[in-house]
């Protein structure tokens, strides 16, 4: 799996893009901000799919394995550009700076620290008209906020002792829409048939 990244149980979304996918509706357009190596795009049903991410690794790697158009954007263009309400955002920032400065990424572009990119989507979060998601670590308080919906994805695949997790923030309530098209593989994590 390329840029798996398993490194101190830094894992992404690697091991919960499924799950968190079963909860995106079909739409006309569906965003990805930060794209990384597309884990949850590779799940999107949309007329549209838009993948952005600073890395040239990643934008390479986007273009030679989706049939979706790329772009090397900041993500606050992305949210300029497409927000709307025919649009699914899925936010997932990145959620450790030390883990892109210590080379474990494949070259993934981070010029902030994670707190500092948070701040800004916050900026944005209460005035988009668009569905989003906005994910990170398990135990970041920010995504845990009142005013919105937020959901916890667990993996039954372990790192360093404990499943891995990815919370998620929505706009909209949690609808599990593709459950019927999920079984669980030999090794527990859920895959599409």
């Known amino acids: 799996d390329i840029g798996a990244g398993h490194?101190?149980?830094?894992a992404g979304l690697v091991h919960t893009a499924l799950p968190i996918s079963e909860h995106i509706p079909k739409c006309k357009i569906y965003v990805e901000p930060f794209a990384g190596l597309g884990r949850t795009a590779k799940h999107a049903q949309a007329d549209q799919i838009i993948l952005n991410d600073k890395?040239?690794?990643a934008f390479n790697f986007l273009s030679k394995h989706f049939n979706a158009q790329i772009t090397n954007l900041d993500f606050e263009e992305m949210f300029r550009l497409?927000?709307?309400?025919?649009?699914?955002f899925l936010i997932d920032p990145p959620w450790s700076k030390a883990e892109y400065e210590k080379g474990c990424r494949n070259g993934a572009f981070c010029d902030r620290a994670p707190k500092e990119y948070y701040d800004k989507i916050f900026e944005w979060l209460p005035n988009l008209k668009s569905h989003w998601f906005l994910c990170g670590k398990k135990d970041n308080s920010r995504?845990?906020?009142?005013?919105w919906f937020h959901?916890?994805?667990k993996s039954k695949r372990k790192i360093m002792g404990g499943n891995i997790s990815t919370l998620v923030m929505s706009n909209k309530p949690f609808t599990n829409y593709?459950?019927?098209?999920?079984?669980?593989?030999?090794?527990?994590d859920a895959k599409f048939e």
């Open 151 to 153: 959901k916890l994805f």
């Open 7 to 10: 490194i101190r149980g830094y």
């Open 55 to 57: 890395s040239e690794y």
């Open 82 to 88: 497409y927000d709307g309400p025919e649009t699914i």
């Open 143 to 147: 995504l845990k906020d009142d005013r």
């Open 178 to 188: 593709h459950q019927s098209s999920i079984t669980l593989s030999n090794k527990g």
